[in-house]
């Protein structure tokens, strides 16, 4: 822990908030700071008086974190509340452990005020305490200390009466019972740690039962410093590689890895080479440790019980990393059906994906996989928790993972299963991954909005830094950040593309879709168009489609797993216009080279084909920089007002064009409601003969 926790109360601030409100105040105090819990993890609780809306009636309701959100960014609404004499009541009906998950059903009817925020699985463990204010957290610290086999005696030794010591016991109704009875029975005690699991504290007031986690975890802290003289993990077994192999060797393994772990659904992957990941990844009891499996279950619930280790040698060569990946992935597979098989009892849920989520490669770092790109950071962010408490543990003790059964209990819960099954249908590209050029631009930008609307991550690759990161920033304010990246890459520089689908393929572990979009165009009689500018149109329209296409193509022949190019070609593409030759020249070039692409890619399930817009002046660079406006005014004997109603009049259908609808046929053909069609060409241009396919 690099410095002290401070305690950041405001007196005369909370003095001005009514109960519910200090207790918001103090979640989002605790919960904004990683070293006294996980992210999503822990919950708070208060209990006020309050008057029934039907008698009038002062009552006690619990005030208690809800189901789902996070302490550090909740609001009120996040809070469940319920009558804590009803709550009462349930102790009247529980039947035994072997019945506690029907008393989660009882929840419900103990509600107070119509709350429609869901109780969650740890309210009785708030319930039951007789005093005001509970945190239940999970600091790294206490954790490790939780997770030691010396579990108890270290408590009682830092703690000596004032935090008890309960023994690893899966929340619920029953550990309620027992933390509420523990608070009666020792009037002392200010707290219990929970073995295996985390930390409770309670006081009278919401200020005392804040400075009281602090205290705790900070001790927890300072005895895990006082030990920093042991040497972690038993000591450096390899060294890490600089930074730029370890970003090479990222990116080269996660699309293939990707590629042989979608089988069941598409997955996005995260990497992180921290400091405490390395630590970890390069040291001896790396393989001990990691076999031994993540203690706390909020940390394997997200990353599952044991991570896979890859095996890199020390000239870092990853093709014999890639060539063992069959075998290792095989090897875990059949480990994790074994251990479904073993632990499964009668009414248990089939058994669910059986790869791994976390892999750590020693001198590199550690990759993650999920459904989505939050879910893969979050996890990798819970194997480092996971991490600290095994350091921590190790440091003082003897690290020991829960029970195989406990485990599985939880992992298996037939609760946590109504949950999963309660979660809305995936999005159509929930899981993809895109690249799209011009991603600044007019058509570039709604494109990315109609992916991220489907459930897609997205890379733009834009040569305009600033109008990337405007683009970037709107993009990620909408649909969050973890979804959105941008890469500043000029399509002609062949260096710069593979570079740019390098990064983009290691910041969200793989490739389905490219887009490639990025355009310029010109007009000139052909007796006044000089080399440069023919240069110019060839090199941007019809190589750098090259380039991007060739270099995406390779990511997806890797990864195995087919995707989905998809050229932004033009009506002139298919039609001649006068005084453009080099523009026209250079657009049927890309759909030539879509059809040789598809033809290509067929065998690899890769599917190339072209949607060609026409007059999108909205929103548009070409049409708004430049003097392209200004030169088909003239050209057509108008006014540089009148060119959007020119153009609409002179289209079959009298419509105007739009980014969005381009699109909307861009968004067809990287989907798979166009599975089946490779090579084919989409116009959307509202409607223009000459540019009728045959
Ligand atoms: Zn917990």
Redesign the pocket.
Known sequence: MPSRLANLWDAAKARTLSEPERLLYRSNLLGSDLRITNFG??NTSAKVMQRDPLSGVEVEVLWVKGSGGDLGSMKLDGFATLYLSKLEQLKQLYRGPEHEDEMVGYLPHCTFNLNPRAASI?TPLHAYVPYKHVD?M?PDAVIAIAAASRSRELTGELFGGKIGWLPWQR?GFDLGLKIGAFAREHPEAQGVILAG??LFTWGDTAEACYARTLQVTQAAADHLASRESVVAFGGKKTEAFPRGTRKAVAQAIMPVLRGKIMEKEPKVGHFDDSAEVLQFACSRDLEPLAALGTSCP?HFLRTKIRPLVLDLDREGDVKKLVASLDGKLEAYRNDYARYYQRCKRSDSPAMRDPNPVIYLVPGVGMLSFAQDKATARIAGEFYINAINVMRGASSVDRYVSLPEQEAFDIEYWLLEEAKLQRMPKPRSLAGRIAFITGGAGGIGRATALRLLAEGACVTLADVDAASLEQAVSDLARKHGKDVVHGVVMNVVDEDAVVAAFGDAVRHFGGLDIVVSNAGIASAAAVEETTLELWRKNMDVLATGYFLVARTGYRVLKEQGRGGSIVFVGSKNALAASAGASAYCTAKAAEIHLARCLALEGAPLGIRVNVVNPDAVIRGSRIWSSGSWKEERAAANKIGTDDVEEFYRKRSLLQRSVFPEDVAEAIYFFASEASGKSTGNILNVDAGNAVAFTR
């Open positions: 993890g822990g740890d239940h999970h929340p699991h985390g909020d």
